[in-house]
């Protein structure tokens, strides 16, 4: 029963740093469990950094390497081969690249259209989809400054076209 109120640290503290009699006592914290002191932990974690590191980018080197020699033998390999094609196969790739951009550019579009017709239809129907609200608030804006300009140019046109009628007939009377 008490090996089974030991918590995963006191194992791994007492298993990893076993100590006999009294020189056991004098590395056990306030809770009775063994400490390593803080400048041997730093430095067993700074040593397993760079064992890590250096494992890793050599690793990496030597998959670096390798690849740099297989494209340098590709290389040797396919440059006779694309110097005495090239005259069909830059017109090849040229078609191709214009193929293929044409495609995914046609699909992108396609794309585009059906996803504004599925929203112009929810919309339609009423089913306010995401941004509708904001385009019923510029309808609005719209509107309400269609209508002011309307009424702005009623008002003037009526001060403003009332006194030319006036000069007009004003300038009549007097040729008459």
Not at 72 to 90: E, G, K, N, R, W
Not at 93 to 100: E, F, R, S
Not at 137 to 166: P, V
């Amino acid at each position: 029963m008490a090996d089974t109120a030991r918590t995963h640290h006191d194992i791994i503290g007492r298993d990893q740093y076993p100590m006999v009699g009294r020189d056991r006592d004098q590395y056990r914290d306030q809770y009775g469990q063994y400490q390593m002191s803080n400048r041997d932990y730093s430095k067993s974690r700074q040593i397993a950094k760079a064992a890590t590191a250096v494992t890793a980018g050599g690793s990496l080197l030597v998959l670096s390497s390798l690849t740099l020699v297989g494209t340098v033998i590709a290389l040797t390999v396919a440059t006779p081969l694309l110097v005495i094609f090239s005259p069909i196969l830059v017109p090849a790739l040229i078609t191709v690249a214009l193929l293929i951009t044409g495609f995914l550019s046609s699909g992108g579009f396609g794309i585009a259209a059906i996803t504004v017709f599925s929203w112009i239809y929810k919309y339609a129907t009423g089913e306010h989809p995401q941004g509708s609200d904001r385009l019923d608030s510029a309808r609005m804006k719209l509107g309400s400054k269609a209508q002011d300009l309307k009424d702005r140019a009623q008002y003037y046109g009526q001060h403003t076209g009332g006194e030319h009628d006036r000069d007009r007939t004003r300038g009549q009377q007097t040729t008459t």
